[in-house]
């Protein structure tokens, strides 16, 4: 009955699905500001045209892309019988309003027309055209407007449907408008017989209703991806430190370093690099910058030494550049906001020398005047790395990480409360209490604030990982609820060299994630990404099928459901049967059981042992080639840089055998021809990386303990088959048949870090295979050769794996291969090992076959 429901309850999942798709999809398509190779055209009749006997329609919606450079070319080509082409186009070079044309031959028709500008680029615009064969007619529909036109069609025409550029025959084109289109439909005699919705998120096919009937897409633009996967639009490099603020109603995102503004505008995606006219700019530890647009100038906020200099976006030059940095106290990752109330900029919180802040620190632009306002309440407790996003009387404070008493060492804890603050009292109010998530996150600097619809966008991330991510999130301003929007953003974080924003072009409708990240090499690395609004979750590649692909699982899931409720009763109605069979006798079944001979219990054990697999989850492999597996058996050696990879087994290695190793050592084996303060940032970069790439196993993290750098590995989570070697040879005792056979598992891998050169590495080297041979003699002097010379052979090959000329692994072999009776092949191993010995040596082998026989 369980299999009953579960069954129904898939096929109203699906169901449910198909019935309620994503608003936001449709195909966009790439216009002039790509080459013509790269711009996007539609087939719908890719394998054959789409032949109609009687009168016909097609429909479809369409929208243009806000800001680009040109809008000209074929929204629609149909061409009959590779013959005659019927078009519409769009003609933004005509002296008229009626900017839609359509074009039959090689003339235009009557039929012209507009749609105003703000539907044409906000909205959805249905247009229809509607082919009449007997009375020779083409009668065209865009919103309340209709237009007729004469058209002759052959009676039995085959029609290519081609959107947007294409290469078919003489009517080739790469002149297109940048379009989205959507919603495609061909009915004839007034029922349809075709639809592509276009609702894809990936791929080159449009997905059709009927069978074999998907089209082709050249250079695709799918809408819904752009409303879920975020795009990188640059990524640069500045010298020195910097900040980042956004001119938010022309989407112009402003880099400031210290010799340079850098300008990048979302709509055209171009960047633009303005010198500075004055001196450098000095950029401290906790500067933040800030554009307000009724002053258009750019505000540096010296947070710590209560100053402010601005730069004039037309002079190119800031009224300050002598600013001095003051005993610091700090006030990293603080959040900002502009209040229009009383005209100003208002600084919370922060963290600086091991203490979190809950100050309210305010500076106004027309006096210049910096001060700092008393708190009303507790509400707002010390915190950073929350979210801030202005709202009319004040700004919404949402989360962050701190503790009650702002001291780093008592208590800290994330936050997931969203506070109000009203710039005009002073006070804070408390909104609610978000339920603690699974796992803790924190909050980019900014969130956008849609007070309309009662709800907020935030990025979040998890700050104990450096290899991170930044995750969308969308939540409401009056309950604790909130939903994951859109992809992840990947983020290399440290606390003080890495800083993430998030901005809303308005003039696009896009959010604009930007992230720096300060490199060792004094560089900031700066990337940009946006993403369409409304953002979307995440969609099942089930939401993607067709209208028909949605009937069809609604019938599958219901002849499953009958078939469940039959299988339900069939198997209920044998109570009633078997209760008239005599039962089995029991000697009966227990004679069929034993009927199965089981085999040795030494062949069971052997077996067992031979085909035991090394887990592929939370795994440190390091014989053969290095291999580190997650818990979800996802191999993660690609995220080791060669440095990273090293510095990793340095560490590993001597924690493993040894208390650990001091920084001192990691700069004489790593950085010994940097200087100390180079080694120091180098190692602390590196660490942090390195930090980021082990939290991904969970039971292993790097610690410094007495001086020591050390690998911390919970051995009962995590498999290490170094740790598991060292416990069958470290104590030097005789090992046991199961023993022997658990170090063949390990070291079958290969050598030791096989794949790996280090001159420190060497030493380790040499002391693991002499360990290992040694381990295996000892295990051959304290058996004899006729107790089980197959197994003796299986130990003399693991020990020519580490010395390929060891003699008593040839003797041992040869010896147990004449005990079996295989005298030609102890002949050949005797034969290859003198071989073996000669080329190494230089010199013969002073035994002879009988000799090692006998010896």
């Known amino acids: 009955m369980k299999i009953f429901f579960v069954l129904l309850a898939i096929q109203f999942f699906y169901g449910m699905i198909n019935l309620c798709p994503a608003q936001y999809y449709g195909l966009g398509f790439e216009s002039f500001e790509s080459v013509q190779d790269k711009r996007t055209g ?113 009676k039995n025409g085959c029609f290519k449907i081609l959107f947007g550029a294409n290469k078919y025959k003489n009517f080739n084109t790469t002149d297109v408008p940048p379009m989205k289109i959507r919603n495609i439909a061909i009915a004839e005699n007034g029922d349809e017989k075709y639809r592509w919705n276009l609702d894809e998120m ?180 010390p915190r950073y790395l929350a979210a801030a996003g202005e709202a009319t009387g004040g700004a919404f404070i949402m989360g962050g990480y701190g503790s009650v008493t702002g001291r780093q060492i008592l208590n800290p804890r994330n936050w997931y409360d969203l506070i109000f603050f009203n710039s005009k009292t002073g006070s804070f109010k408390k909104i609610y209490d978000l339920k603690v998530p699974e796992e803790d996150f924190v909050f980019a600097n900014s969130m956008i ?53 998030l901005f809303f072009d308005e003039s696009t409708g896009r959010f604009v994630a930007v992230t720096l990240f300060r490199t060792d090499k004094n560089q900031t690395k700066v990337s940009i990404y946006s993403l369409f609004s409304p953002p979307l979750a995440m969609v099942p590649a089930i939401a993607q099928a067709s209208a028909k692909s949605g009937n069809v699982l609604w019938f599958i899931g219901a002849v499953m459901a009958v078939v469940a409720g039959f299988y339900f009763y069939k198997r209920r109605k044998p109570n009633f049967v078997t209760s008239q069979v005599a039962p089995v006798p029991a000697e009966k079944i227990m004679a069929k059981e034993v009927t199965f001979q089981p085999a040795l219990i030494t062949d069971i054990i052997e077996k067992s042992i031979e085909t035991r697999l090394v887990p592929l989850h939370s795994s440190i492999m390091l014989f053969g080639n290095l291999q580190l597996f997650d818990d979800q058996g996802t191999e993660i050696t690609r995220l080791f840089t060669p440095l990273l990879k090293e510095l990793f087994l340095v560490i590993l290695l001597h924690s493993v055998r040894r208390e650990g190793i001091s920084s001192e050592k990691l700069k004489e084996l790593l950085w010994f021809d940097k200087s100390s303060e180079s080694a120091r940032n180098n190692r602390a970069v590196n660490i942090a990386k390195l930090k980021g790439i082990l939290d991904k196993l969970k039971w292993c993290h790097i610690s410094k303990e007495s001086g020591y750098w050390r690998v911390n590995i919970d051995y009962e989570h995590i498999h290490v088959d170094y740790a598991e070697y060292l416990k069958l040879v470290s104590d030097k005792r005789v090992l046991s048949k199961q023993d022997i056979v658990d170090l063949s598992q390990i070291s079958k891998r290969g050598t030791f870090l096989a794949d790996l050169e280090y001159e420190w590495l060497d030493s380790f080297k040499s002391e693991i295979s002499n360990e290992i041979v040694d381990a295996y003699l000892r295990y051959a002097a304290s058996v004899k050769i006729t107790d089980d010379p197959e197994f003796m052979i299986k130990v003399a090959n693991y020990i020519f794996y580490f010395d390929p000329v060891n003699e008593e692994a040839m003797t041992i072999k040869c010896k147990a291969l004449a005990l079996l009776g295989k005298h030609s092949l102890a002949k050949t191993t005797f034969e290859n090992f003198a071989r073996e010995y000669m080329r190494i040596y230089g010199e013969e082998f002073q035994k002879d076959m009988p000799e090692v026989l006998h010896s």
């Open 42 to 154: 539609l087939d719908l009749s890719p394998d054959k045209p789409l032949c109609f006997d009687e009168n016909f329609e097609i429909s479809f919606e369409v929208s243009f892309l806000k800001h680009k450079k040109n809008y000209f070319g074929y929204i629609l080509r149909l061409i009959e019988n590779d013959r005659k082409n019927i078009d519409i186009l769009y003609d933004n070079s005509s002296l008229n309003r009626d900017r839609f044309k359509v074009v039959i031959g090689d003339k235009f028709s009557k039929i012209a027309f507009d749609i105003d500008e703000t539907s044409l680029y906000q909205n959805w615009n249905k247009i229809r055209l509607v082919f009449d064969k007997k009375a020779g007619t083409l009668t065209v529909f865009s919103g309340t407007q209709q237009f007729k036109q004469a058209v002759t069609l052959e």
């Open 202 to 381: 990936s791929g080159t096919k449009a997905v059709g209703s009927v069978k074999n009937t998907d089209g082709l897409v050249a250079n695709p633009l799918w809408i819904k991806k752009m409303h879920y996967e975020w795009q990188p639009l640059q990524t640069f490099v500045v010298q020195g430190p910097a900040r980042v603020t956004c001119d938010q109603q022309t989407g112009i995102v402003y880099i400031v370093g210290t010799d340079t503004l850098t300008t990048h505008r979302i709509s055209s995606n171009q960047v633009k690099r303005i010198p500075y006219q004055s001196q450098k700019q000095p950029l401290f530890m906790d500067n933040q910058v800030f554009y307000e647009k009724s002053t258009n100038r750019i505000y540096n906020l010296f947070i710590n030494e209560k100053q402010v200099s601005h730069f004039d976006t037309i002079s190119g030059k800031w009224d300050k550049t002598d600013v001095k940095a003051e005993l610091k106290t700090h006030f990293l990752h603080a959040n900002k906001f502009y209040s229009k109330i009383d005209s100003n900029i208002y600084i919370l919180g922060g963290y600086g020398h091991l203490e979190y802040k809950n100050i309210i620190q305010k500076y106004h632009p027309g006096t210049g005047q910096w001060s700092q306002a008393s708190r009303q309440d507790s509400v707002f407790s």
């Open 449 to 501: 604030v849609r007070e309309k619809e009662g709800a907020y966008y935030a990025l979040i991330f998890p700050k104990d990982k450096f290899n991170s991510a930044l995750q969308l999130i969308t939540g409401s301003l009056s309950k604790p609820e909130y939903k994951v929007v859109g992809s992840k953003i990947p983020f290399e974080f440290i606390d003080t060299e890495s800083f993430a924003d």
